[in-house]
């Protein structure tokens, strides 16, 4: 008896789409968990559970035959272009000339807040060298320094864009406490890319790097006077194009697509684009492109070590990523002589980590610098980080609504 026909690609694919945002809106909608786990955290737990670990191990011909090469790449494609345009939007929401009248608060607030966690991160990461095998851990292509560093900064991120989320459903988006968070995620967010940078210099493609960067600079000077130019309608296109061209010069100098993305986005003034666009923009991507990314994330995370392993190497993560978060923000507020609990909420509120630091860690896994076992602890540390924070924060917001009005 012959077997029957495959389905057509298009079919699979449209079948995969049907998955991604159904299941995942199914669970947060019927069980009422945008409390403690937002629709983006959902969506990413349910794209570690329909990966190969999760489904593929469980339900191997189902799998295989949903998620045939074919539609992995089609899929690729999407989460591709849609975490550009996530951190291209991550990079316009810089306000540095706010972070600039602030500057003395500012610059020790995001210090600190992204140097203790950085410290304790690294240490964590040293930990797991230690106590387990370093191939288990560091890529094919890293070396320790770069595993170290790496780790250390995933632990120090602070996810932009999420946080907005997060202020948005708190309701201090647009209060002083807001404008205050973004402007040492802010700061923080410049950090981060810059020492991914680091990571990923290549002195076998120093000349190729050292090129990009000296025609972005001149780029950045034309296209800052085109798009300021030209009608409001078309600069989305010109940015867009522009957000292209950085991802592919940057790939090609052997950074990666990612900090082109972010650079494309930090060049730009976010007034030329309007704010309230911008968040509808960042909404639009999230709704309708990013569910698509977090599958392709769970496709990357294995079992491989045991989970075990992973869940140990997750919780010292997690509890590095705290701490020195809190301990941070808290030294900040001793030395600008803050408020009683309000380092307290700005520390909880600063280490919500989901979409950036998977990002960052995917960067680092593309670039061969950890393993996939490595990547996977990080994403149920950056998964349990975000899930904490409005749990925490919002009893505490209540009996701390003044702070709301506090400009720095």
Not at 20 to 49: E, H, M, N, S
Request: hydrophobic residues 60%; aromatic residues 12%; contains cysteine.
């Amino acid at each position: 008896m012959s077997a029957a026909p495959a389905l057509p690609v298009t079919e699979l694919f449209l079948l995969a789409l049907i998955i991604i945002f159904a299941l995942p809106w199914l669970v947060w909608r019927l069980f009422k968990t945008d409390y403690w786990a937002p629709l983006v955290v959902v969506q990413i737990v349910a794209g570690i559970l329909l990966g190969p670990g999760v489904l593929g191990a469980t339900f191997p011909t189902y799998y295989q035959f949903v998620f045939a090469p074919p539609v992995i790449a089609a899929l690729n494609g999407i989460a591709w272009w849609a975490v550009m345009l996530f951190v291209f939007v991550a990079g316009l929401e810089l306000d540095l000339e706010e972070a600039w009248k602030w500057r003395s608060e500012t610059v020790v607030t995001s210090g600190l807040a992204l140097g203790a966690p950085l410290l304790l991160g690294a240490g964590a990461a040293w930990l797991m060298l230690k106590l387990g095998d370093p191939a288990a851990w560091i890529g094919a292509r890293g070396v320790t320094w770069q595993f170290v560093l790496g780790i250390g900064m995933a632990c120090a991120v602070t996810a932009l864009p999420i946080l907005i989320l997060l202020m948005q459903k708190l309701e201090i988006l647009r209060t002083a406490l807001g404008q205050r968070l973004l402007r040492y995620a802010s700061l923080d967010d410049i950090m981060i890319w810059g020492v991914l940078a680091l990571i990923l210099l290549d002195w076998g493609r120093i000349g190729r790097q050292g090129a990009f960067l000296v025609g972005f600079g001149v780029a950045v000077v034309l296209v800052r006077k085109l798009i300021a130019a030209i009608p409001q309608q078309d600069r989305w296109y010109v940015g867009l194009i522009w957000l292209a061209a950085c991802g592919y010069f940057a790939d090609w100098s052997g950074l990666h697509y990612m900090v082109g993305a972010f650079l494309a986005g930090a060049a730009l003034d976010a007034r030329w684009f309007g704010i309230e666009n911008i968040d509808r923009f960042r909404d639009t991507v999230l709704l309708a492109f990013m569910p698509v990314f977090f599958l392709s994330t769970g496709l990357r995370t294995s079992w491989d070590m045991g989970g075990t392993a992973a869940f140990a190497a997750a919780a010292l993560l997690l509890a590095a990523m705290i701490i020195g978060k809190l301990a941070g923000v808290a030294l900040a507020g001793r030395l600008l002589k803050w408020s009683k609990g309000e380092a307290w909420i700005i520390g909880w509120l600063l280490q919500t980590k989901a979409l950036i630091m998977i990002i960052f860690v995917n960067v680092l896994l593309d670039k061969g610098i950890i393993t996939s076992g490595a990547f996977t602890a990080l994403l149920m540390a950056a998964i349990g980080s975000t899930m904490l924070t409005v749990p925490v924060v919002a009893p505490a917001l209540k009996k701390l609504e003044r702070l709301k009005a506090k400009a720095g």
